[in-house]
């Protein structure tokens, strides 16, 4: 099979400026694209959007499409308006508040990301990339501890309905299970969904940096969905302060998951808030997924993320320049 090798790629909306930007990325050894497609996409740029899949396709690229913090339950750097304007399928937090995003468990907004879905496929993509999917976490924002989500009405019965008595005001392992489960629910249908109009499905899982044994046990059920294909995690072991070796078990443990359930391992690799020096880690990441039999290895993002503020690499242009090399190895290896 021919590796699988590619970047993220957003904030460019220009179909010239993304056709330039493609020739780049095949330079580096690309031949996979994730185009970030958030609720903002969808409402604004839709037909723009078509044309930037087909024009990724034309230069010889697969397509991911990824709900870029749609509903704010997915990953990514981009606000949710769904959750603004339906309150009603709204987190809340364990302190009564209302969070800025809408509850997986919310059949409207259930709805809703079938539409997205529906669009995503229409407009051309290969792969449906699902990031990260939680529930409202402090420690998602940096905190270490403050308000979860989401004690709505409707978790509340759900929770009620599971284990008999009622939810809690605070994070026990038994709400941690109920909201796996909550996900396991939303996700499996999704992914049936996609599979439905013809597209393939990759999910991609946060790390847990405190207890990487037991998350890695908790992947299982989520690798085990039937209509995922793709099975992966994006451990950027710089912007977690931890050690390269927790990136290795976590990329490991994806490889293993994966070859148990029967689907594609893939790896997220940090081209992102790498710091000055550290440049060279990009390369050995890549080479370390590569000798654990991952072939299907990202990145995020385009040229080591030099034009988003909050995420910039210290030097963009080495960490591109290392992980142009490590793509370009392969490449030129027998696969
Ligand atoms: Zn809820």
Redesign the pocket.
């Known amino acids: 099979m021919l590796a699988k090798l590619g970047v993220s790629y957003f904030g460019v909306r220009n179909p010239e400026h993304v056709a330039r930007d493609l020739k780049r990325m095949a330079v580096a050894g690309c031949n996979v694209v994730l185009h970030t497609f958030s609720e903002n996409d969808l409402r604004f740029y839709l037909e723009t959007m078509r044309e930037i899949v087909s024009l990724s396709k034309e230069h010889g690229f697969e397509v991911h499409l990824d709900p870029w913090g749609v509903g704010g339950v997915f990953g990514g750097e981009a606000f949710t308006q769904f959750a603004l304007e339906h309150d009603l399928a709204r987190?809340?937090l364990s302190d009564g508040v209302r969070a800025p995003a809408a509850?997986?468990?919310?059949p409207r907004f259930r709805e809703f990301m079938r539409e997205w879905v529906g669009e995503a496929v229409k407009i051309g993509a290969d792969v449906i990339f699902f990031d990260e999917p939680h529930f409202w976490n402090p420690q998602l924002l940096g905190r270490s501890a403050g308000p979860w989500?989401?004690?709505?009405e409707?978790?509340q019965e759900g929770y009620r309905a599971r284990c008999g008595a009622p939810m809690p005001l605070k994070f026990t392992s038994e709400v941690r299970e109920f909201q796996e489960q909550s996900l396991l629910s939303f996700l499996g249908e999704l992914a049936k969904a996609v599979h439905r109009l013809g597209a393939k499905v990759a999910l991609c899982l946060l790390p847990e940096w405190q207890d990487p044994e037991g998350v890695v046990r908790r992947w299982a059920e989520f690798a085990a969905l039937e209509d995922i294909d793709i099975f992966g995690t994006d451990p950027y072991w710089m912007w977690a302060g931890q050690p390269f070796s927790r990136y290795e078990f976590f990329a490991r443990a994806v490889r293993e998951l994966a070859d148990e359930y029967g689907k594609e391992p893939q790896i997220w690799i940090q081209a992102c808030k790498v710091p000055e020096g550290r440049e060279w880690e990009v390369r050995r990441a890549v080479e370390t997924a590569w000798r654990l039999g991952i072939r299907n290895i990202m990145a995020w993002s385009f040229l080591g993320t030099p034009y988003m503020t909050r995420v910039r690499s210290d030097r963009p242009e080495v960490v591109w320049r290392e992980l142009s090399a490590a793509y370009l190895a392969i490449r030129g290896r027998r696969e």
Do not use: D, K
């Open positions: 987190q809340v509850c997986p468990n919310s989500g989401c004690r709505c409707r978790c």
